[in-house]
Structures are given as C-alpha cells and as structure tokens.
C-alpha cells in the first residue's frame, strides 16, 4: 500500500523545492516587471508633458505675436481720440499712447501709467514685465510699440489680458501645472492642477525655453510643466496578491502529483531490487529516504555484479582469441579454467564430437580440485548426451555419472571421490560438429541460476569458436575456389603457380604450363544458355582433373579458361602425352540432358624457366601460344615461341589502331554488284567494308572483322557500316537511280545484342530510304547456332519493311523443316557450291538445282554468288537462277564506280569490258 507523499522525507523535501521554485521565480519577475514597467511609465509620461509644455508654450507664443500685429495696425491719433479702442480690447486689458518719456496719455489708467513710469520703458524692447499692482500676483505682460516722432517718438503700451495671453487654465490638460517665468525670476503665470505629486506622490517636471528675443529684444521665459508620475501596475494591484496565491496552490497541486508519481514506483522498484539482490530492510532504514535505502540495496548488489563484471571480461578475452583466430583447444582451456573458478572448482569437461573422430569424441577437463587440464579420448557419446538437442536457454539435465562412460576428468574427484552426478547442456554446433558441457557435482543439485546463466554463456563461447573457424574456413575455401566447378580459381591458380617457381627455382628444374580454352564454347552459351554451359564447364573440368597426375595441378581461371601445371613434364613430349590424355578424355561426347556436344579444346604451352621466370609472363605467354592454337583452326595444343609474342603484341596494336579507324572514319564501302543475267542490268549491290589504313593502305575485311567480334568492336562498326550504307543510298535516290536492293552483313554478335531493330529504324528515318531497298545479310550458320534469338530479331526488322537474306546457304545443316521457319526473303547459294559446278558433279547440280526449287516454291529470291565464269551463269541460269554476283561482272567497287555504271544505263558488261565503263576510282 503505497503512503502519503507527505509522510517521505523524500517527498516533503520535493514539495518545498517545488513551492519554492515556483514562488521564488514568480516574485522575482513581478520584481522586476513593477520596475521595469515605472521607467516605462516615467519615460513615456515625461515625453508626454515636455510635448504639452512645448505645445503650450508656442501657443502663448502665437498670441503674443497676434498682439503684436492687432497693436501694430491701431492708428495712434484714432486712440489718441478714444476711438479704436474695441479690437484692442480683445488682446489688452489697458492701452496708453504717450510721448516718452510721459504726455499725451489717452486712456484713464491711471495705475498703469505710474507701473510703466515706476518701471521706466526699455529703449528697444517690444515686450516688458510689469511688476504686479497687488503683492502676490504674478507679473504683467505689456506690449510696447514705438512711432519714430519729434523728440524720442511715440509709444504705444498695452497691458497683455491674462485670460487671452495665458488661455484658459482647463485647456492645459489633466494633472498638469504649466507656471511660466520672465529673466531674474519674475513669475509671469501658473495654471493647470494646483499641487500634481500631493501626498508623497512622485512628480515629474520639465522645462521649455521660449526664446522671444528675436522677435521682441526680450529676455526669454522658462516655461515649467509638472505632473504626477504614473503608477507602474496601478490598475493591477488588486489581482498581485490572488495570482501569487494561485501559482502558489499550482505549485502545490502539481508536485504532490509528481512526487505521487515518484514515490510510488520507487517503492515498488526498491521491493524489487532487495528481492533481486536476495536482502530484506536494513536497520536504521527508517532514519534515511528512499535514495539511501536505494544506495544500500545496490551495495548489496555489488559483490554478484563485480563477479558477472569478471565473467564479462574473461568473455571479452575469449572473443578477443575467437577474432584472433586462435586454435579451439586455446578457447576451451580458458573456458575451462574460468568456470572451475566460477563453481569453486567444480570439475569440468567440454565433450566434442566431430565427424574426423568418427563415433567417439574427445573430451577437455579439468577435475575437481585440478590446477590444469587434461584432453582425453572418448571411445563413444554416450546416448544420453545424443538425445539433448541445442536450444536457448534450455536448463541441462542432471544425470548419474555413471551414464556417461569413460569421462576420465570428471570421475577423479579429491580425495578419490568420484563426481555422483554431472550438470549437461548442449550446446551448438557447425554441420556435423557437436558439443556438450559436463559439471561435476556432488549431489543432484544444480547450480544458482546466476551460476547457471554465467556457465552457459562461457559455454556458448565454445560451440561460437568452433563455428567461427567453420565459416572461416568456409571463407577461405571460397575466395580460393570457383563456385562453379570446384576448382582452384584465378587467384588460387596464381599461388600455386608462385609455389611451383618457388620450388624449382634452386635447381632450375623445368616444368611446363598450359593454357586450354574450349573451342566454340561462346556460341554455345549465348546460343543454348549459360545454364547448360555450366554444365559443360563443370564436366569440362572434372574430364581435365581426372586425365592429369596426382601431382599436378589444374585450375579455373574464368569462363571457359582453364590453367594447368604439369610439374612432371619438363620437356615437349612428356607435354604432349599429357595433352594426349587430356584430348582423349573430351574423345567421349559431353551429355547434357538429351543432348550430346562433342567438345574440343586449344591450349598452349610455356615452360619454366625456358618461357619466363615469373607467374606473370608464364601466364601470358602460355595464353598468346593458345590464342596462336585458335588462329590455326583449334582442336590442337602449341608451344610458345618468341615469335608469338610479336604477334600478339601486333595483334593488340592492330586492335588499337581499329578502335581508332571506326573513331575517325577510316572505315569506307565497295559495293559489289548483283546483275540480273538475263539482260546484264544491275539490279543491287552489296556493301563491303575496307579499311583505308594511312600506313598499311586497304586492308581486307578478313583481316579485321574477326579482330572486332573478338575485341567488342563489332558492334560499333558494324553500326558504321549501315549508316554508310544508307547515306550512299539516299544519295543514289536523290541522282533519281533506281538501284534496287543494298546489301549489308550482319554479324552474330549484332544479331544476339537485341539494339539492331533500333539501329536499323534509325538509320532508315535519318537517310529517308524506303526500308525495302534495304537488305540485311545474315549466314545460315549464325542461324543455326541462335535459332530462337536470332530469329526473332529478324522478325522484327522484317516487320519494319527491311529484306532479310540467308548467306552462305547450304553451309548451315540446316533442315527442310527449319527452313521453313527461317525470317528470310532471299536465299544466297554458297560460293563452295558455284565453284564446283565445272567439275561436273551430279551431287553438287542436285543441290544447287534443289536450293533453287526451294527457294521459288517457298516464294523467296535466289542469288548465286562467286560466279567467276560466263559458263557458271548459263548453266544457273537454265536452272531459273538469274541473280548472279561474283567476278564474271565485277569485283567490289567504289561508290564512284557504281555511280558510273548508273549513269551508262546500269548494264554491266561481263569482265574484261568493265574498265571501259567504270569511273574513276573504281
């Protein structure tokens, strides 16, 4: 039951700090607020009334000199006759007119005359201070105004009204005094509230000098304003004292509600920290508060926190060690050693159980009452460790010792006793890997649950160390291995290769490498799925490891690569029964699924130290032999000469060279024309690329295009060859020649990149040709090997209005059935086929006449190319074969050269007779 707050010195301290800062603070501003608050009203009351009395003052001014204007306009002989007197009478209470210094007095004054001779009239001055008739009055105001005359002049005098010169009093404004004097002290006037500040009140006062001198040669008056100061809060005095009290009940009211809320968890948290730290209250606790029955819990608490604070720290080191990648026994001893000391020596084993100690384990511990530990074999776990399963926070079980075998440490106790009972958990493990904790008792108790809890996590400790040097291991395995096929990989390969030299250098012992790469393996995978070329990499692979010594070494260097290291081989024919086994192990087709792929290979082969010293150039050297292997036609293994080198390196500066041929337009067209037989007109032309070297002149397509597909450059040129090729195009449209069709080879990688649609519409719209005088030229092979993709590339250019021709036909293995298939509107007849023709084989007629039934059944043109004789053209010709290109009409020609035969009608006379018609250039 929770008690007052007011009964806790706790509480009764925290109510008085909270009355106190909230009164405190709230008197202090009103403090300065009621200061702050009289400057202001002090300040702002005294512009006030110095604006009133510089108000008034200018007033009085005014009238004076309106006076002085009304005295100035009287006529002197008129007042010296009685007359005129009325509108004098406005401004003055008495007006004389007298020759100075006395006669002629008009007026009967006869006070105000003696005053003005008492006084003596000054020589220049237009105003005077006539000294009162009755004591105690304030002085009176005269106006003089002087005629120039016989003698010293006539002199007008007129006493100023005091209720026209002064105003009336009520007019000065409410609680304000306003008294005016002359020089010398003569009180000339004071009006207004009679005593401003009665009582003790504060006044305020302020001067204004009104400086008539320029005007009337006058001393100047001092005119004098006062009125009480304000009162700062006045009008909130009645409502200090209830808002002081106010604040004063809200202070109250939200403190008791905080310290309730204060109070009555920090009872219960006190109740539950002594039930936690096990204690009940102190003595002498009714003498302190709350916090000091708080701080002797927590010393109560000490001593188990220190205690857990060691345990923290052994488990620190111990992940310290894990990081550090220390052995396993390491951890275990320091595991070991700190939950002996932790149980007060209880004997303890740590039984692991991995798959290389086959059914049994080894057990770590430490007996009772041991200062060291021992590591011993265990013939088998027991089945009751098997059936514990590891899961968090799972309790253990206690078992009889004697249920767990030959658990040496744990049956050696001090004095010969043996451990009666053993506290097991088990713990995690990687794979296959298990392991326990054993804790020796003495009777079937367990351990406090603080004791259990610290004990479980240093075991943990363990099952994490044996997983950390798994998945390490597991690391290492894949940075230094290729996750496809197993084996080494780059950077592995590059190590071993590195040892190799290393071990033969002393002795300067020879070994070979070589580099294999699979032959066609890229049309493969870009053609059938990379999913079922790994499958070919993976046997690949195991065919090459099974086929070499134990001592040799083969790894993965990337796609289709492998490297091998034939430490065995140290000379030419030891390499090649090597490369023989190797050869005769790809002999059997590779399955994949339901399908067999006869697969081969190049390699090529660097010796050490013959070839090079380091891993670097033997690599590379092996790699150019191979490269030389594929350029002979593959399926062969070659030895590395010196010479390959310099071809390799001409071979990259030719590529090179084609990089910058295609960025500066050194790539230009020949056009080769197809004729119609029948009549010798062209009816197209296919575009041709050469290369216009500045050094080595024309170089030939068969030079560089296999370069470009192999160096990524296809593409690019490729592009450049159509936007040529349509430019030519539209401008032989604009010359109003009919030309037909332009043909233009595509390559494969163009075909599989999936943007040549987008560069064919481009092209077309930017050069504004008709799409079907467009022909795109594709090899019946390409085909073949990218059936699906290829296809439906060709589909869409065919949607845009573009030909599409099959090369090379015939050459492709095609089937009937596939034909019908193929997106094509010509059928090109290979050249192999043409040159046969004179050799008079019935095989090759029947083919050649068969492509050519095909092609007119299946509503698609037909042209015959490398036709180099007039005999070949007949004989085609009577099989409806009529589109003949080859050198029987002309070779590949410039664009001037086919303009020129544009411009003589477009026939193109058989060869021998064509450099008659040809252009310039051609």
Same mark, same amino acid.
Request: charged content about 25%; glycine content about 10%; hydrophobic content about 45%.
């Given at each position: 039951?929770?008690?007052?707050?007011?009964?806790?010195?706790?509480?009764?301290?925290?109510?008085?700090?909270?009355?106190?800062?909230?009164?405190?603070?709230?008197?202090?501003?009103?403090?300065?607020?009621?200061?702050?608050?009289?400057?202001?009203? %002090?300040?702002?009351?005294?512009?006030?009334?110095?604006?009133?009395?510089?108000?008034?003052?200018?007033?009085?001014?005014?009238?004076?000199?309106?006076?002085?204007?009304?005295?100035?306009?009287?006529?002197?002989?008129?007042?010296?006759?009685?007359?005129?007197? =009325?509108?004098?009478?406005?401004?003055?209470?008495?007006?004389?007119?007298?020759? !100075?210094?006395?006669?002629?007095?008009?007026?009967?004054?006869?006070?105000?005359?003696? *005053?003005?001779?008492?006084?003596?009239?000054?020589?220049?001055?237009?105003?005077?201070? $006539?000294?009162?008739?009755?004591?105690?009055?304030?002085?009176?105001?005269?106006?003089?105004?002087?005629?120039?005359?016989?003698?010293?002049?006539?002199?007008?005098?007129?006493?100023?009204?005091?209720?026209? $010169?002064?105003?009336?009093?009520?007019?000065?404004?409410?609680?304000?005094?306003?008294?005016? %004097?002359?020089?010398?002290?003569?009180?000339?006037?004071?009006?207004?509230?009679?005593?401003?500040?009665?009582?003790?009140?504060?006044?305020?006062?302020?001067?204004?000098?009104?400086?008539?001198?320029?005007?009337?040669?006058?001393?100047?008056?001092?005119?004098?304003?006062?009125?009480?100061?304000?009162?700062?809060?006045?009008?909130?005095?009645?409502?200090?004292?209830?808002?002081?009290?106010?604040?004063?009940?809200?202070?109250?009211?939200?403190?008791?509600?905080?310290?309730?809320?204060?109070?009555?968890?920090? =009872?219960?948290?006190?109740?539950?920290?002594?039930?936690?730290?096990?204690?009940?209250?102190?003595?002498? !606790?009714?003498?302190?508060?709350?916090?000091?029955?708080?701080?002797?819990? @927590?010393?109560?608490?000490?001593?188990?926190?220190?205690?857990?604070?060691?345990?923290?720290?052994?488990? +620190?080191?111990?992940?310290?060690?894990?990081?550090?990648?220390?052995?396993?026994?390491?951890?275990?001893?320091?595991?070991?050693?700190?939950?002996?000391?932790?149980?007060?020596?209880?004997?303890?084993?740590?039984?692991? +159980?991995?798959?290389?100690?086959?059914?049994?384990?080894?057990?770590?511990?430490?007996?009772?009452?041991?200062?060291?530990?021992?590591?011993?074999?265990?013939?088998?776990?027991?089945?009751?460790?098997?059936?514990?399963?590891?899961?968090?926070?799972?309790?253990?079980?206690?078992?009889?010792?004697?249920?767990?075998?030959?658990?040496?440490?744990?049956?050696?106790?001090?004095?010969?006793?043996?451990?009666?009972?053993?506290?097991?958990?088990?713990?995690?493990?990687? *794979?296959?890997?298990?392991?326990?904790?054993?804790?020796?008792?003495?009777?079937?108790?367990?351990?406090?649950?603080?004791?259990?809890?610290?004990?479980?996590?240093?075991?943990?400790?363990?099952?994490?160390?044996?997983?950390?040097?798994?998945?390490?291991?597991? $690391?290492?395995?894949? &940075?230094?291995?290729?996750?496809?096929?197993?084996?080494?990989?780059?950077?592995?390969?590059?190590?071993?290769?590195?040892?190799?030299?290393?071990?033969?250098?002393?002795?300067?012992?020879?070994?070979?490498?070589? @580099?294999?790469?699979?032959?066609?393996?890229?049309?493969?995978?870009?053609?059938? *799925?990379?999913?079922?070329?790994?499958?070919?990499?993976?046997?690949?692979?195991?065919?090459?490891? !099974?086929?070499?010594?134990?001592?040799?070494?083969?790894?993965?260097?990337?796609?289709? =690569?492998?490297?091998?290291?034939?430490?065995?081989?140290?000379?030419?024919?030891?390499?090649?029964?090597?490369?023989?086994?190797?050869?005769?192990?790809?002999?059997?087709?590779?399955?994949?699924?339901?399908?067999?792929?006869?697969?081969?290979?190049?390699?090529?082969?660097?010796?050490?130290?013959?070839?090079?010293?380091?891993?670097?150039?033997?690599?590379?050297?092996?790699?150019?032999?191979?490269?030389?292997?594929?350029?002979?036609?593959?399926?062969?293994?070659?030895?590395?000469?010196?010479?390959?080198?310099?071809?390799?390196?001409?071979?990259?500066?030719?590529?090179?060279?084609?990089?910058?041929?295609?960025?500066?337009?050194?790539?230009?067209?020949?056009?080769?024309?197809?004729?119609?037989?029948?009549?010798?007109?062209?009816?197209?032309?296919?575009?041709?690329?050469?290369?216009?070297?500045?050094?080595?002149?024309?170089?030939?397509?068969?030079?560089?295009?296999?370069?470009?597909?192999?160096?990524? $450059?296809?593409?690019?040129?490729?592009?450049?060859?159509?936007?040529?090729?349509?430019?030519?195009?539209?401008?032989?449209?604009?010359?109003?020649?009919?030309?037909?069709?332009?043909?233009?080879?595509?390559?494969?990688?163009?075909?599989?990149?999936?943007?040549?649609?987008?560069?064919?519409?481009? &092209?077309?719209?930017?050069?504004?040709?008709?799409?079907?005088?467009?022909?795109?030229?594709?090899?019946?092979?390409?085909?073949?090997?990218?059936?699906?993709?290829?296809?439906?590339?060709?589909?869409?250019?065919?949607?845009?209005?573009?030909?599409?021709?099959?090369?090379?036909?015939?050459?492709?293995?095609?089937?009937?059935?596939?034909?019908?298939?193929?997106?094509?509107?010509?059928?090109?007849?290979?050249?192999?086929?043409?040159?046969?023709?004179?050799?008079?084989?019935?095989?090759?007629?029947?083919?050649?006449?068969?492509?050519?039934?095909?092609?007119?059944?299946?509503?698609?043109?037909?042209?015959?190319?490398?036709?180099?004789?007039?005999?070949?053209?007949?004989?085609?010709?009577?099989?409806?074969?009529?589109?003949?290109?080859?050198?029987?009409?002309?070779?590949?020609?410039?664009?001037?050269?086919?303009?020129?035969?544009?411009?003589?009608?477009?026939?193109?006379?058989?060869?021998?007779?064509? =450099?008659?018609?040809?252009?310039?250039? !051609?």
């Amino acid at each position: 039951m929770k008690r007052v707050f007011l009964a806790t010195r706790f509480g009764r301290r925290i109510f008085l700090m909270f009355c106190l800062a909230a009164l405190v603070p709230a008197v202090a501003v009103f403090w300065m607020t009621w200061r702050a608050s009289t400057a202001n009203a %002090e300040a702002s009351a005294m512009r006030g009334l110095h604006q009133a009395n510089k108000s008034y003052a200018l007033g009085v001014f005014q009238r004076l000199y309106t006076a002085r204007q009304a005295l100035a306009a009287a006529e002197p002989e008129v007042l010296g006759e009685g007359e005129g007197g =009325e509108v004098l009478s406005m401004f003055f209470s008495d007006v004389v007119v007298f020759e !100075a210094p006395d006669h002629g007095l008009l007026l009967p004054s006869g006070r105000f005359r003696q *005053g003005l001779r008492d006084a003596g009239i000054p020589p220049r001055s237009e105003v005077m201070v $006539l000294a009162p008739e009755v004591a105690g009055r304030a002085h009176d105001v005269v106006l003089l105004r002087r005629i120039p005359g016989s003698g010293q002049g006539t002199v007008i005098a007129g006493r100023l009204d005091r209720a026209y $010169l002064w105003g009336n009093p009520e007019e000065i404004g409410n609680a304000v005094r306003i008294c005016v %004097e002359a020089a010398g002290g003569a009180r000339l006037f004071c009006g207004g509230e009679r005593e401003p500040g009665g009582d003790g009140a504060r006044r305020v006062e302020t001067e204004w000098t009104l400086f008539i001198k320029p005007q009337f040669d006058a001393p100047d008056w001092i005119f004098t304003a006062t009125t009480e100061a304000p009162g700062a809060l006045a009008h909130y005095r009645r409502l200090v004292a209830p808002v002081m009290v106010g604040i004063l009940l809200l202070a109250m009211l939200l403190s008791s509600l905080q310290i309730r809320r204060v109070v009555g968890p920090l =009872e219960v948290l006190l109740g539950r920290i002594r039930a936690f730290g096990g204690g009940g209250p102190r003595i002498g !606790a009714a003498e302190k508060d709350e916090f000091g029955l708080l701080s002797d819990t @927590f010393d109560d608490m000490r001593a188990r926190i220190t205690q857990q604070l060691d345990t923290l720290r052994i488990l +620190s080191e111990i992940d310290h060690l894990i990081l550090a990648r220390v052995p396993l026994e390491e951890v275990i001893e320091l595991v070991i050693a700190r939950i002996a000391e932790v149980t007060d020596g209880a004997g303890v084993c740590v039984l692991l +159980s991995r798959p290389e100690d086959g059914q049994g384990g080894r057990c770590h511990g430490r007996a009772r009452g041991a200062d060291r530990s021992t590591e011993v074999p265990v013939a088998e776990v027991p089945p009751a460790l098997r059936r514990m399963s590891p899961r968090a926070g799972a309790p253990g079980a206690v078992l009889e010792a004697g249920e767990l075998g030959p658990a040496a440490p744990l049956r050696e106790g001090d004095a010969g006793r043996a451990e009666s009972h053993v506290w097991a958990i088990a713990l995690g493990g990687e *794979g296959e890997t298990r392991i326990w904790l054993l804790l020796g008792r003495q009777d079937d108790s367990r351990l406090a649950e603080h004791l259990q809890g610290q004990v479980r996590d240093l075991a943990e400790r363990i099952a994490v160390a044996a997983a950390f040097v798994k998945h390490q291991d597991l $690391l290492l395995y894949q &940075a230094r291995h290729d996750l496809l096929t197993g084996l080494p990989n780059r950077l592995a390969t590059f190590e071993a290769l590195a040892e190799a030299i290393e071990a033969a250098r002393p002795s300067a012992q020879a070994f070979a490498v070589a @580099f294999v790469d699979l032959d066609r393996f890229k049309a493969i995978n870009d053609g059938l *799925g990379h999913a079922l070329g790994d499958d070919i990499l993976v046997q690949s692979g195991e065919r090459i490891r !099974a086929s070499l010594g134990p001592g040799d070494f083969v790894g993965r260097f990337g796609g289709d =690569e492998f490297f091998l290291i034939l430490r065995g081989a140290s000379r030419p024919d030891a390499v090649v029964a090597a490369m023989a086994r190797v050869d005769e192990a790809f002999a059997r087709p590779i399955v994949v699924g339901h399908r067999e792929f006869h697969q081969r290979f190049s390699a090529g082969v660097a010796f050490f130290p013959r070839d090079g010293v380091d891993a670097g150039v033997l690599v590379r050297n092996a790699d150019v032999a191979m490269y030389r292997a594929k350029q002979t036609g593959g399926a062969r293994t070659a030895f590395f000469e010196t010479e390959m080198n310099r071809r390799a390196e001409a071979r990259v500066q030719m590529e090179n060279e084609l990089r910058v041929a295609i960025q500066e337009g050194q790539i230009e067209l020949h056009y080769q024309p197809r004729v119609d037989s029948r009549d010798d007109r062209i009816i197209g032309v296919e575009a041709l690329a050469r290369w216009m070297h500045p050094n080595r002149g024309i170089v030939p397509p068969d030079e560089f295009i296999g370069l470009a597909e192999e160096c990524g $450059l296809i593409e690019p040129l490729g592009k450049l060859v159509l936007d040529k090729a349509c430019r030519q195009m539209a401008e032989w449209q604009r010359m109003g020649f009919d030309l037909g069709v332009v043909g233009v080879n595509i390559s494969g990688h163009q075909l599989r990149s999936g943007r040549l649609r987008d560069y064919v519409r481009e &092209a077309i719209a930017a050069n504004g040709i008709a799409p079907a005088r467009l022909e795109l030229e594709v090899t019946e092979t390409m085909l073949v090997l990218d059936s699906d993709s290829g296809m439906a590339q060709l589909q869409a250019i065919r949607e845009l209005g573009v030909k599409v021709a099959i090369d090379d036909f015939g050459t492709g293995y095609s089937s009937l059935a596939y034909l019908t298939r193929l997106p094509s509107d010509t059928l090109k007849i290979d050249r192999a086929f043409v040159i046969d023709l004179l050799e008079g084989d019935p095989a090759v007629e029947a083919v050649v006449r068969s492509i050519i039934a095909i092609a007119r059944d299946l509503g698609k043109g037909v042209v015959a190319e490398g036709l180099e004789s007039m005999e070949q053209v007949r004989m085609l010709g009577a099989w409806g074969c009529h589109v003949i290109q080859g050198y029987v009409y002309a070779r590949p020609l410039t664009a001037n050269g086919i303009t020129g035969i544009l411009l003589n009608g477009g026939i193109v006379t058989p060869a021998g007779t064509l =450099e008659s018609v040809a252009m310039p250039g !051609a």
